[in-house]
C-alpha cells in the first residue's frame, strides 16, 4: 500500500493546521489582555455614570448651600400670600415680607381706554370730463364763486363795456346765452359771439377786424369765471379759452381692508401716543392696523369692524389717558371722525378709569388693577384686583383677607431632588460594587457610600436646646418623655421627614435609599421653621442654638465631600480616571505587541510546514523510483 499526501508534496492541508495553532496561541496570550482591557473599560465607564450623578447630587445641594438671602432664589425665606376669595383679589410677596393678614376692598377696577371712528370713510375715483353745455359752473371748480364778470370791447372810436352775472349752478350753456344777449346792440346789431367749441373751450368772436375784445373780466370783478375759464386778460379779434376738462371725484364703496388708504385719505404721517406710522400709496388699511398692533410705542390694540366699517383703538394699559391722534399731511383721523380740526372728536373716546381700592384701612388709587407696594405702601406685596367687592355681588364679598406666610413649595420640591439624586447615587454604587460588578472591588465608594449615612444619621446630643417649648409635633408620639416639650436625642434627618422608613426612623447604615414624609416636614415647620435651614446648611445667625457642628450644616459637610470627591485634578473621580487611563494605554501596547508576536509565530509555523512538506515531495519522488526498479 502506497502512502498518500493530501499537500502541494503532501498531499496534507498544513494551512488549516496553522490556523488553530495560532488561534491556540491567541486564546492563550492575547485574549487575556483583551479581557482585562474591556473590565478597565468598563470600570473607567462605570465609574464616569457614577461621577456624573455625583455631580447631579452636588447641584441640587447647592440649591440649599448656595441660596442668596432675600433674593428670588432664596426659598428659605420665601413668602407665600393666600387668598380668601381668589375670585376678587389674589397677591404674591416677595422675601422679607412680613407674615400676618391684610384685608383688601375693591370700589373700582381700572379699565382700558377707547376710541372708536364716528365716520364710515369711502373710497373715491377721480375722473377727467370734457366740458359739455349741460356742464355746471361748480362742476368746473368746486371753488366757482357767485357774481359778475365784465367784458370790455372797442369799435376804433367807441369802448363799449359789460357786466354779466353768472351763478355756480348755472349751465356753460346757459352762461353763453347771457354772454351773446350783452353782446348784441340795442339797435339789434352783434357786437360779439359767444360759443363752445366742439373741443369744450369756450370762444368769443367780435365778428370782423373793426371789432376788438380788449378784455374778458377785470379787478374788481366778483365771480372768478373768466380765471377758472382760461378767457381773463385776452385781447384780440377772436379769444378762446384754455379750460376744456375738469376732473371729478366719484364716491365708490365703503373702504375695504385690502384696499389702498388713499381711495380714501390723503397720504401723510400720522402719531398714536409715541409711534409714527406713514400713509402713502402702498399702505392698505390691513398694513397700517398690523403697524400699529405690532408697535409697543402706540400702546393700543387696533381692530376693524367689516359689518360697521368702524376702527376700534383700545389701550394696553388701563387708567384714565386718552388715547394722542396726531396727523402731519393727512386727513386720516378727521376722514374716520376720530379727531375733528385736529382735536379728540367728543363722543370717539371712551376714558378708561383707574382701580379704586382700601388696602389695610387706607383708600388708594391706581392706573392698574396690579397694584405694587410702591402704591400701596406695604413693600413686598402686589396685589390683584378682580372683581369689585361691593357686598352686593353674588357671592356677598364685601372684603377679602390676604393671608401672609412662608411658602415651602419650592423648599420640598428642592429636597425631594435630593432624595431622588441621593438614591440614584447609592444605588448606582450598590450595584457597581455589588459581587460580579465592574467596581467590586472598589474600596473608595463604599467608604464614600458609608461617610454619606453617617451624615444623614447624624446625632444631636444637644437637640433639646433647639426644641424647648415646642409642641409635640407627632402626635400621639411622646418624644417628650411626658414632659411639655422634645427632648430628643437622636438623629436630625427624620425630623425632617427625610429617613429610610416612617418618622422618627435613623437613617439605617444598611439603607440604601431614603424616603420623604411631606407631612411630617411641615409639621416641623410650622413648629420650627429656622430647624430645616439650620440642620440642613447651618449658619451664623443660629449660633445660639448650635450643637455638634451643626452651625456648618448636614448638606454643607455633604457639599464639602463632593467638593474634594470631584476636584477636577486631585478628586478620587480624576486620580481614578488617570490611572485607569494609563492601565487602559498600557494594555494597548501590551495587545499590540502580543499581536506582533503572534504574526511572527504564524511565519515561523508556515514556513516550517512548507519545508516539511518539501521534503515530504522529495521522498515520494525516492520512492516512486525504487519501485520501479
Known sequence: MSIQFSGIGSGMDYAAWVEKLVSARKTVTITPLENKKLNLQNESSALSTIKTSFSELRSVLQKFTKTISGTSNDFWSKVGVTSSNEKYVTATGSNGLTPGEIKVSVEQLA??????STKVPTSTTTVTNKITADTKFSD???DAKDGYITITADTGSTTHERQIYISPDEKIDDIIKKINMLGTYISGATFWQAELTSNGQIRIDG???SRL????????????????MGLKGQMGYEITGTTST??????????KLDDPLTKAVTEGTIKINDASFTIDDKTTLQSLINQINLSSKANVNVRFNTVSNKLTFTSKETGATNIEFKANGTDFFEVFGLTTGGTITPGSQVLGQNAILTVDGNRIESTSNVVTGDVSGIRGLTITAKRVTDGANPDNVSEVTLTIGNDTTDLKAALKDFVN????????????????????T???????QRDFRNMLNYTANDLDLILTNLPNIWEGEDFAGGSDYMSVRGALMPLLGISTGDAGLSVDDRATTLKFNEEIFDKMWEAAPFF???????GEEYEDYSFDGIPEGIFAKMEKKLNNILDPVSGMFATRANSLSRMISYQDERITRAYNSLSSYESQLTSRFQYMDEMIAKLQQQYASFSKQ
Open 421 to 440: 439624586a441621593y438614591n440614584k447615587v447609592s444605588e448606582q454604587i450598590s450595584e457597581a460594587t455589588a459581587k460580579g460588578g465592574y467596581l467590586a
Open 140 to 142: 368746473i371748480n368746486p
Open 532 to 538: 430645616a435651614k439650620l440642620t440642613l446648611v447651618g
Open 207 to 209: 365778428g370782423n377786424a
Open 111 to 116: 379699565t382700558k381706554t377707547v376710541a372708536q
Open 246 to 255: 375738469y376732473e371729478q371725484t366719484v364716491p365708490g364703496g365703503t373702504i
Open 213 to 228: 375784445i380788449r378784455n374778458i373780466g377785470k379787478d374788481g370783478d366778483t365771480s372768478n369765471f373768466a380765471e377758472i
Open 442 to 448: 472598589d474600596i473608595s465608594l463604599k467608604s464614600i
